[in-house]
């Protein structure tokens, strides 16, 4: 669901910045012009808007509120 969102705001031009716990997947989309970050609290920093598309309520808590979370 998040690489099909990312997908078509880059294609809409937007920035995107994208940051996934998979090296190959932020490669993926650093290569159609996405920002990369290596942790979510250095996305957020960069962004105005955060999403999160995750699989469950412990990788929420983990991306917000982990170490180098986005919060």
């Known amino acids: 669901m998040g690489a099909g969102m990312a997908e078509n705001l880059l294609r809409a ?25 290596t942790t979510p609290a250095e996305l957020a920093a960069s962004c105005d808007v955060l999403t999160v598309t995750v699989v469950d309520e412990q990788q929420v808590r983990e991306v917000l509120y982990g170490a180098d979370g986005a919060l």
């Open 13 to 37: 031009g937007f920035h995107v910045g994208v940051h996934d716990v998979r090296p190959e997947a932020s490669d993926r989309f650093r290569k159609i012009g996405a920002l990369t970050a």
